[in-house]
Protein backbone atom coordinates (compact mmCIF):
# COMPACT_ATOMS: atom_id res chain seq x y z
CA UNK A 1 0.00 0.00 0.00
CA UNK A 2 1.60 3.13 -0.77
CA UNK A 3 0.68 6.68 0.65
CA UNK A 4 1.44 9.18 -1.72
CA UNK A 5 1.27 13.16 -1.60
CA UNK A 6 -1.58 15.41 -3.09
CA UNK A 7 1.46 17.86 -4.07
CA UNK A 8 3.49 15.01 -5.94
CA UNK A 9 2.17 16.40 -9.30
CA UNK A 10 2.29 20.16 -8.39
CA UNK A 11 5.85 19.84 -7.78
CA UNK A 12 6.82 16.98 -10.27
CA UNK A 13 9.54 19.90 -12.35
CA UNK A 14 10.90 20.55 -8.97
CA UNK A 15 12.60 18.57 -6.67
CA UNK A 16 11.68 20.46 -3.96
CA UNK A 17 12.42 19.46 -0.35
CA UNK A 18 9.97 19.93 2.67
CA UNK A 19 11.72 19.22 5.72
CA UNK A 20 10.60 15.95 6.71
CA UNK A 21 9.00 17.30 9.72
CA UNK A 22 6.29 18.37 7.20
CA UNK A 23 6.20 15.73 4.67
CA UNK A 24 3.46 13.84 6.35
CA UNK A 25 1.22 16.84 5.83
CA UNK A 26 -1.46 16.48 2.56
CA UNK A 27 -1.23 12.58 2.56
CA UNK A 28 -3.74 10.77 0.45
CA UNK A 29 -3.89 6.90 0.62
CA UNK A 30 -3.91 5.01 -2.57
CA UNK A 31 -6.15 1.75 -1.73
CA UNK A 32 -5.99 -1.80 -2.40
CA UNK A 33 -3.30 -2.36 -5.17
CA UNK A 34 -2.61 -5.97 -6.55
CA UNK A 35 -5.18 -7.82 -4.64
CA UNK A 36 -4.55 -11.40 -5.00
CA UNK A 37 -7.68 -13.04 -6.81
CA UNK A 38 -6.52 -16.56 -5.16
CA UNK A 39 -9.85 -16.30 -2.99
CA UNK A 40 -12.47 -14.43 -2.22
CA UNK A 41 -12.20 -14.67 1.36
CA UNK A 42 -8.40 -13.45 1.01
CA UNK A 43 -10.06 -10.70 -1.19
CA UNK A 44 -12.43 -9.38 1.43
CA UNK A 45 -10.04 -9.77 4.08
CA UNK A 46 -7.86 -7.33 2.22
CA UNK A 47 -10.46 -5.10 1.61
CA UNK A 48 -11.83 -4.39 5.04
CA UNK A 49 -7.60 -3.95 5.96
CA UNK A 50 -7.93 -1.38 3.53
CA UNK A 51 -10.85 0.41 4.79
CA UNK A 52 -9.93 -0.01 8.52
CA UNK A 53 -6.84 1.60 7.14
CA UNK A 54 -8.47 4.92 5.40
CA UNK A 55 -10.48 5.24 8.23
CA UNK A 56 -7.46 5.53 9.93
CA UNK A 57 -5.40 7.28 7.50
CA UNK A 58 -8.91 9.90 7.12
CA UNK A 59 -8.33 11.06 10.88
CA UNK A 60 -4.69 11.95 10.05
CA UNK A 61 -4.93 13.55 6.62
CA UNK A 62 -4.86 17.45 7.81
CA UNK A 63 -1.49 19.80 7.83
CA UNK A 64 -0.01 19.57 11.04
CA UNK A 65 3.63 21.28 9.99
CA UNK A 66 5.28 21.92 12.94
CA UNK A 67 8.74 22.77 13.02
CA UNK A 68 8.94 21.63 16.80
CA UNK A 69 8.63 18.09 16.11
CA UNK A 70 11.70 16.26 16.43
CA UNK A 71 12.60 15.14 12.95
CA UNK A 72 13.58 11.15 12.58
CA UNK A 73 15.73 11.81 9.70
CA UNK A 74 18.13 13.98 11.37
CA UNK A 75 19.72 11.24 12.53
CA UNK A 76 19.13 9.01 9.15
CA UNK A 77 22.00 6.75 8.47
CA UNK A 78 23.40 8.10 12.07
CA UNK A 79 24.53 10.93 10.82
CA UNK A 80 23.84 14.01 13.36
CA UNK A 81 22.30 17.28 12.53
CA UNK A 82 25.50 19.26 11.61
CA UNK A 83 26.40 23.00 12.31
CA UNK A 84 25.03 25.14 9.99
CA UNK A 85 25.46 28.77 9.60
CA UNK A 86 21.85 30.89 7.93
CA UNK A 87 23.01 34.39 7.09
CA UNK A 88 20.47 37.03 6.79
CA UNK A 89 21.36 39.21 4.95
CA UNK A 90 18.48 41.87 4.99
CA UNK A 91 16.03 42.33 8.28
CA UNK A 92 13.04 41.07 6.62
CA UNK A 93 11.07 45.33 6.01
CA UNK A 94 13.70 46.35 8.66
CA UNK A 95 12.60 44.16 11.49
CA UNK A 96 15.22 44.04 14.31
CA UNK A 97 13.73 41.81 16.67
CA UNK A 98 16.28 39.50 17.80
CA UNK A 99 17.12 36.67 15.93
CA UNK A 100 16.04 32.99 17.22
CA UNK A 101 18.10 30.47 19.09
CA UNK A 102 16.56 27.13 17.42
CA UNK A 103 17.26 24.93 19.85
CA UNK A 104 15.73 26.43 22.93
CA UNK A 105 12.83 27.82 20.82
CA UNK A 106 11.94 25.29 18.41
CA UNK A 107 14.44 22.13 20.03
CA UNK A 108 16.42 22.46 16.42
CA UNK A 109 19.79 21.73 17.12
CA UNK A 110 22.82 23.00 15.43
CA UNK A 111 21.62 26.18 14.03
CA UNK A 112 23.80 29.60 13.98
CA UNK A 113 21.26 31.94 13.03
CA UNK A 114 23.24 35.74 12.28
CA UNK A 115 22.73 38.77 10.58
CA UNK A 116 26.76 39.65 10.76
CA UNK A 117 28.02 39.98 7.19
CA UNK A 118 31.28 39.04 7.92
CA UNK A 119 29.96 35.41 8.12
CA UNK A 120 29.29 35.60 4.67
CA UNK A 121 32.47 33.45 3.67
CA UNK A 122 31.58 30.72 5.84
CA UNK A 123 27.96 30.77 5.44
CA UNK A 124 26.17 27.69 4.80
CA UNK A 125 22.92 29.76 3.44
CA UNK A 126 21.97 33.09 2.91
CA UNK A 127 18.44 34.08 3.14
CA UNK A 128 17.65 37.26 0.90
CA UNK A 129 14.55 38.93 1.71
CA UNK A 130 12.47 39.48 -1.68
CA UNK A 131 11.04 43.26 -0.23
CA UNK A 132 14.48 44.92 0.04
CA UNK A 133 15.63 43.19 -2.98
CA UNK A 134 12.68 44.74 -4.96
CA UNK A 135 14.29 48.28 -3.89
CA UNK A 136 17.72 46.98 -4.36
CA UNK A 137 18.36 45.31 -7.37
CA UNK A 138 22.62 45.29 -6.52
CA UNK A 139 22.01 44.79 -2.85
CA UNK A 140 23.04 40.68 -3.32
CA UNK A 141 26.54 39.64 -2.10
CA UNK A 142 28.92 41.07 -4.65
CA UNK A 143 31.57 38.61 -3.06
CA UNK A 144 32.10 35.02 -4.85
CA UNK A 145 29.31 32.43 -4.30
CA UNK A 146 31.09 29.31 -1.72
CA UNK A 147 30.57 26.05 -3.75
CA UNK A 148 28.69 25.09 -1.16
CA UNK A 149 26.44 28.13 0.16
CA UNK A 150 22.80 28.26 -0.84
CA UNK A 151 21.04 31.31 -1.40
CA UNK A 152 17.43 31.47 -0.25
CA UNK A 153 15.08 34.08 -1.84
CA UNK A 154 12.40 34.30 1.02
CA UNK A 155 8.80 35.71 0.16
CA UNK A 156 5.78 35.86 2.11
CA UNK A 157 3.57 38.40 0.01
CA UNK A 158 1.71 37.11 -3.12
CA UNK A 159 2.89 37.94 -6.74
CA UNK A 160 0.73 40.86 -6.56
CA UNK A 161 3.08 43.04 -4.21
CA UNK A 162 6.36 40.94 -5.04
CA UNK A 163 7.30 43.61 -7.88
CA UNK A 164 9.37 42.47 -10.77
CA UNK A 165 10.85 38.92 -10.45
CA UNK A 166 11.88 38.53 -14.16
CA UNK A 167 15.45 39.23 -13.62
CA UNK A 168 15.61 36.69 -10.73
CA UNK A 169 16.04 33.23 -12.77
CA UNK A 170 19.54 31.19 -12.29
CA UNK A 171 20.30 32.76 -8.99
CA UNK A 172 19.08 31.18 -5.96
CA UNK A 173 19.38 27.69 -4.69
CA UNK A 174 16.17 27.60 -2.52
CA UNK A 175 12.74 29.23 -2.41
CA UNK A 176 11.03 29.91 0.80
CA UNK A 177 7.43 30.96 0.88
CA UNK A 178 3.77 29.68 1.51
CA UNK A 179 3.47 28.33 -1.30
CA UNK A 180 3.53 24.55 -0.53
CA UNK A 181 5.34 23.71 -3.28
CA UNK A 182 8.85 25.80 -2.36
CA UNK A 183 11.71 24.35 -0.90
CA UNK A 184 10.67 25.34 2.13
CA UNK A 185 7.30 25.59 3.11
CA UNK A 186 6.06 27.91 5.56
CA UNK A 187 2.26 28.44 6.00
CA UNK A 188 0.90 31.41 7.80
CA UNK A 189 -0.72 29.46 9.97
CA UNK A 190 -1.53 25.48 10.51
CA UNK A 191 -3.87 23.41 12.40
CA UNK A 192 -2.57 21.36 15.16
CA UNK A 193 -4.35 18.36 16.79
CA UNK A 194 -4.68 18.54 20.45
CA UNK A 195 -2.76 15.85 22.19
CA UNK A 196 -6.32 14.40 22.65
CA UNK A 197 -8.76 13.43 21.10
CA UNK A 198 -11.80 15.03 20.58
CA UNK A 199 -11.27 17.38 23.38
CA UNK A 200 -14.64 18.81 24.61
CA UNK A 201 -14.83 22.72 23.41
CA UNK A 202 -17.55 24.40 25.15
CA UNK A 203 -18.98 26.35 22.10
CA UNK A 204 -21.94 27.11 23.37
CA UNK A 205 -19.97 29.62 25.86
CA UNK A 206 -18.16 30.73 22.56
CA UNK A 207 -21.28 31.87 20.94
CA UNK A 208 -23.10 33.34 23.59
CA UNK A 209 -20.34 35.70 23.80
CA UNK A 210 -21.32 36.80 19.89
CA UNK A 211 -23.52 39.83 20.00
CA UNK A 212 -21.71 41.12 17.06
CA UNK A 213 -22.68 39.52 13.57
CA UNK A 214 -20.21 40.45 10.95
CA UNK A 215 -16.73 42.10 11.33
CA UNK A 216 -14.18 43.15 8.88
CA UNK A 217 -10.47 44.53 9.68
CA UNK A 218 -8.95 46.14 6.57
CA UNK A 219 -6.10 48.46 6.47
CA UNK A 220 -4.84 48.40 2.81
CA UNK A 221 -8.22 49.25 1.48
CA UNK A 222 -8.38 49.63 -2.67
CA UNK A 223 -11.52 50.13 -4.65
CA UNK A 224 -9.93 47.86 -7.68
CA UNK A 225 -9.48 45.10 -5.36
CA UNK A 226 -12.10 42.25 -5.30
CA UNK A 227 -12.68 42.25 -1.56
CA UNK A 228 -13.52 45.81 -1.32
CA UNK A 229 -15.79 45.35 -4.69
CA UNK A 230 -17.59 42.27 -3.04
CA UNK A 231 -17.53 44.23 -0.16
CA UNK A 232 -19.66 46.98 -1.65
CA UNK A 233 -22.33 44.13 -2.70
CA UNK A 234 -22.61 42.36 0.26
CA UNK A 235 -23.30 45.43 2.67
CA UNK A 236 -26.75 45.52 0.94
CA UNK A 237 -27.91 42.96 2.06
CA UNK A 238 -26.23 42.17 5.46
CA UNK A 239 -24.53 44.56 8.53
CA UNK A 240 -21.10 44.22 8.31
CA UNK A 241 -18.42 46.67 11.00
CA UNK A 242 -15.55 47.52 9.60
CA UNK A 243 -12.39 48.40 11.32
CA UNK A 244 -9.45 50.06 10.56
CA UNK A 245 -9.19 52.29 7.31
CA UNK A 246 -10.86 55.02 8.92
CA UNK A 247 -13.85 53.13 10.64
CA UNK A 248 -14.00 52.14 13.49
CA UNK A 249 -11.37 51.47 16.42
CA UNK A 250 -10.08 48.13 17.51
CA UNK A 251 -11.35 47.22 21.11
CA UNK A 252 -8.31 47.72 23.19
CA UNK A 253 -5.93 47.85 20.03
CA UNK A 254 -6.50 43.94 19.43
CA UNK A 255 -8.05 42.50 17.01
CA UNK A 256 -8.26 38.89 18.79
CA UNK A 257 -10.69 40.71 21.19
CA UNK A 258 -12.42 42.61 18.92
CA UNK A 259 -13.06 40.19 16.28
CA UNK A 260 -13.77 37.37 18.89
CA UNK A 261 -17.38 38.66 19.44
CA UNK A 262 -18.55 38.48 16.01
CA UNK A 263 -20.14 35.36 14.51
CA UNK A 264 -18.82 35.57 11.49
CA UNK A 265 -15.41 37.48 9.83
CA UNK A 266 -14.43 38.15 6.32
CA UNK A 267 -11.31 36.77 5.94
CA UNK A 268 -10.59 38.48 2.59
CA UNK A 269 -7.28 38.11 0.80
CA UNK A 270 -5.65 41.31 -1.12
CA UNK A 271 -5.18 39.60 -4.16
CA UNK A 272 -6.13 35.81 -4.89
CA UNK A 273 -3.00 32.98 -5.44
CA UNK A 274 -2.69 29.94 -5.04
CA UNK A 275 -1.88 28.86 -0.91
CA UNK A 276 -1.86 32.65 -0.57
CA UNK A 277 -3.88 31.99 2.51
CA UNK A 278 -2.66 34.66 5.49
CA UNK A 279 -3.08 35.51 9.32
CA UNK A 280 -6.34 37.13 7.79
CA UNK A 281 -8.13 33.52 8.28
CA UNK A 282 -5.32 32.57 10.99
CA UNK A 283 -5.69 34.34 13.37
CA UNK A 284 -7.80 37.31 12.98
CA UNK A 285 -10.88 34.78 12.05
CA UNK A 286 -9.56 31.62 13.35
CA UNK A 287 -7.76 32.36 16.83
CA UNK A 288 -10.54 35.09 17.98
CA UNK A 289 -13.37 31.56 17.54
CA UNK A 290 -14.77 32.96 14.45
CA UNK A 291 -16.37 31.49 11.58
CA UNK A 292 -14.08 32.56 8.37
CA UNK A 293 -15.78 33.25 5.59
CA UNK A 294 -12.94 33.69 2.69
CA UNK A 295 -12.64 35.09 -0.24
CA UNK A 296 -8.83 34.19 -1.62
CA UNK A 297 -8.05 30.55 -3.79
CA UNK A 298 -10.40 28.21 -4.60
CA UNK A 299 -12.40 26.16 -2.17
CA UNK A 300 -10.01 22.85 -3.14
CA UNK A 301 -6.91 25.04 -1.83
CA UNK A 302 -8.59 26.12 1.26
CA UNK A 303 -9.32 22.47 2.01
CA UNK A 304 -5.73 21.44 2.09
CA UNK A 305 -5.66 23.36 5.09
CA UNK A 306 -8.87 23.08 7.39
CA UNK A 307 -11.71 20.71 7.81
CA UNK A 308 -14.05 21.85 4.91
CA UNK A 309 -16.66 22.99 7.32
CA UNK A 310 -14.26 25.13 9.66
CA UNK A 311 -15.08 28.42 6.92
CA UNK A 312 -17.96 29.49 4.38
CA UNK A 313 -16.32 30.39 1.37
CA UNK A 314 -17.81 33.08 -1.20
CA UNK A 315 -17.54 31.09 -4.56
CA UNK A 316 -20.01 28.43 -2.24
CA UNK A 317 -22.77 31.12 -3.49
CA UNK A 318 -24.25 32.75 -6.67
CA UNK A 319 -23.44 35.82 -4.90
CA UNK A 320 -23.37 38.72 -2.07
CA UNK A 321 -26.97 38.49 -1.55
CA UNK A 322 -27.42 34.93 -0.98
CA UNK A 323 -23.82 34.43 0.79
CA UNK A 324 -25.93 37.31 2.80
CA UNK A 325 -29.30 35.15 3.67
CA UNK A 326 -27.33 31.93 4.84
CA UNK A 327 -24.77 34.15 7.26
CA UNK A 328 -28.30 35.05 8.17
CA UNK A 329 -29.91 31.93 8.55
CA UNK A 330 -27.01 30.29 10.39
CA UNK A 331 -26.96 33.57 12.84
CA UNK A 332 -30.85 32.40 13.91
CA UNK A 333 -29.61 28.29 14.08
CA UNK A 334 -27.28 28.26 16.80
CA UNK A 335 -27.07 24.61 16.04
CA UNK A 336 -26.15 24.54 12.90
CA UNK A 337 -23.80 27.76 13.15
CA UNK A 338 -22.35 25.78 15.98
CA UNK A 339 -21.08 22.96 13.16
CA UNK A 340 -18.76 25.39 11.49
CA UNK A 341 -16.88 25.74 15.38
CA UNK A 342 -17.06 21.20 15.60
CA UNK A 343 -12.87 20.94 14.36
CA UNK A 344 -11.89 22.69 17.35
CA UNK A 345 -12.46 19.90 19.90
CA UNK A 346 -9.64 18.10 17.30
CA UNK A 347 -7.25 20.70 16.76
CA UNK A 348 -5.60 24.41 17.86
CA UNK A 349 -4.75 26.57 15.70
CA UNK A 350 -0.81 27.44 15.21
CA UNK A 351 -0.34 31.34 14.05
CA UNK A 352 3.09 30.69 12.57
CA UNK A 353 5.67 33.81 14.00
CA UNK A 354 7.67 35.78 12.09
CA UNK A 355 10.55 35.52 11.81
CA UNK A 356 12.23 33.02 14.08
CA UNK A 357 9.92 30.22 12.90
CA UNK A 358 11.02 30.96 9.74
CA UNK A 359 14.72 30.99 9.92
CA UNK A 360 14.57 28.07 12.36
CA UNK A 361 12.16 26.14 9.20
CA UNK A 362 15.04 27.46 6.98
CA UNK A 363 17.99 26.40 9.01
CA UNK A 364 16.74 23.03 9.46
CA UNK A 365 16.14 22.75 5.82
CA UNK A 366 19.51 23.61 4.71
CA UNK A 367 20.88 20.95 7.35
CA UNK A 368 18.64 18.67 5.48
CA UNK A 369 19.29 19.13 2.00
CA UNK A 370 23.48 19.81 2.25
CA UNK A 371 25.52 18.43 -0.60
CA UNK A 372 22.60 18.90 -2.25
CA UNK A 373 22.79 21.26 -5.71
CA UNK A 374 20.04 22.99 -7.08
CA UNK A 375 19.39 25.75 -8.87
CA UNK A 376 15.94 27.83 -9.28
CA UNK A 377 15.56 28.00 -12.89
CA UNK A 378 12.33 29.72 -13.72
CA UNK A 379 11.70 31.26 -10.45
CA UNK A 380 9.37 34.32 -11.87
CA UNK A 381 7.26 31.79 -13.90
CA UNK A 382 6.43 29.44 -11.10
CA UNK A 383 5.71 31.81 -8.19
CA UNK A 384 3.13 33.78 -10.51
CA UNK A 385 1.52 30.43 -11.47
C1 LIG B 1 27.66 32.28 14.94
O1 LIG B 1 28.23 32.97 13.85
C2 LIG B 1 28.77 34.23 14.20
C3 LIG B 1 29.22 34.90 12.91
O2 LIG B 1 30.15 34.12 12.23
C4 LIG B 1 29.91 34.04 15.19
O3 LIG B 1 30.39 35.31 15.56
C5 LIG B 1 29.38 33.33 16.41
O4 LIG B 1 30.43 33.04 17.28
C6 LIG B 1 28.69 32.03 16.01
N1 LIG B 1 28.06 31.46 17.18
C7 LIG B 1 28.14 30.19 17.49
C8 LIG B 1 27.41 29.74 18.70
O5 LIG B 1 28.77 29.39 16.81
C1 LIG C 1 27.73 19.86 -5.46
O1 LIG C 1 28.70 20.82 -5.80
C2 LIG C 1 29.89 20.69 -5.03
C3 LIG C 1 30.78 21.88 -5.35
O2 LIG C 1 30.85 22.11 -6.71
C4 LIG C 1 30.55 19.35 -5.33
O3 LIG C 1 31.72 19.19 -4.57
C5 LIG C 1 29.57 18.25 -4.97
O4 LIG C 1 30.07 17.00 -5.34
C6 LIG C 1 28.22 18.45 -5.68
N1 LIG C 1 27.27 17.51 -5.13
C7 LIG C 1 26.45 16.82 -5.90
C8 LIG C 1 25.54 15.86 -5.20
O5 LIG C 1 26.43 16.93 -7.12
C1 LIG D 1 -7.25 44.94 27.28
O1 LIG D 1 -6.22 43.98 27.11
C2 LIG D 1 -5.56 43.63 28.31
C3 LIG D 1 -4.37 42.74 27.96
O2 LIG D 1 -4.75 41.76 27.04
C4 LIG D 1 -6.56 42.97 29.25
O3 LIG D 1 -5.93 42.62 30.45
C5 LIG D 1 -7.70 43.93 29.51
O4 LIG D 1 -8.69 43.29 30.31
C6 LIG D 1 -8.32 44.40 28.22
N1 LIG D 1 -9.31 45.45 28.48
C7 LIG D 1 -10.55 45.37 28.04
C8 LIG D 1 -11.43 46.55 28.30
O5 LIG D 1 -10.96 44.42 27.40
C1 LIG E 1 23.53 27.69 -6.35
O1 LIG E 1 23.17 28.35 -7.55
C2 LIG E 1 24.28 28.89 -8.24
C3 LIG E 1 23.74 29.76 -9.36
O2 LIG E 1 23.17 28.97 -10.34
C4 LIG E 1 25.16 27.77 -8.69
O3 LIG E 1 26.28 28.28 -9.38
C5 LIG E 1 25.65 26.98 -7.46
O4 LIG E 1 26.36 25.85 -7.84
C6 LIG E 1 24.45 26.52 -6.64
N1 LIG E 1 24.94 25.98 -5.40
C7 LIG E 1 24.40 24.94 -4.81
C8 LIG E 1 25.00 24.51 -3.53
O5 LIG E 1 23.45 24.34 -5.28
Not at 49 to 68: D, H, K, R
Not at 97 to 112: M, V, W
Not at 218 to 225: F, I, L
Not at 337 to 362: I, K, N, P, Q
Request: charged share 20%; aromatic share 14%; with cysteine.
Amino acid sequence: MEIFSVWAKRKSHRTASIPASQKGLYRQKQCCPGVSRNSYLQVFILALICILFLIVLSMFNLPIPAVNVPNPSDTRAGRRASGVTLLIWWPPFGNRNPLPDCASRYGIQGCNVTSDRRAYAHADAVIIHNRELMNNWNGLPQMQRPPSQKWIWMNFESPSHSGWLDGLDGIFNLTMSYRVDSDIFLPYGYLQRHRRYGLRVDNKALLRRKRGLVAWVVSNWGEQQDRVRFYWRLRRYIHVDVYGHQARQLLNNSVVQTVSSYKFYLAFENSIHTDYITEKLWRNALVSGTVPVVLGPPRENYELFLPADAFIHVDDFKGPRALAAYLLHLARNPTQYRRYLAWRGDYSVHVTSFWSEHYCSACQSVQQSQNQNKTIKHLAFWFQS
